[in-house]
């Protein structure tokens, strides 16, 4: 069985920059606790502070990363944002709609 390549050759620098936002989601999720609550240590809760904000560069790491990984050189973009939308609009429009009529139902029950 052969596995197939990618369209792109093997860079091990984006699984560097994968690693390192992976890592600051983790960090984000760890010290938003500590980041919300005041402690008695204003130092601690400081450090938790500049922890958290200087882990928000995690989620345009993996925007980056992904816009990338997806573009290819001689694409029409419009060909390119048509495909994907296409099968977006299915699921997106599938669970607005459970979305909708829960939110719905959940609020004439309470």
């Not at 091990?12 to 240590?41: K, M, N, Q």
């Amino acid at each position: 069985m052969t596995v197939p390549r990618a369209s792109r050759d093997h860079e091990p620098w984006i699984d560097a920059v994968r690693s390192i936002a992976i890592i600051l989601v983790v960090t984000i999720h760890c010290s938003t606790g500590y980041f919300r609550e005041p402690s008695e240590s204003v130092p601690g809760w400081l450090f938790a502070c500049f922890v958290h904000v200087s882990s928000q560069i995690a989620v345009p790491l993996f925007f980056m990363v992904s816009g990338y990984l997806l573009y290819k050189p001689g694409i029409d973009p419009g060909l390119f944002f048509r495909r994907r939308l296409r099968r977006l609009m299915i699921p997106l429009i599938t669970w607005s709609i459970i979305y909708v009529v829960f939110r719905v139902h959940w609020q004439e029950v309470v």
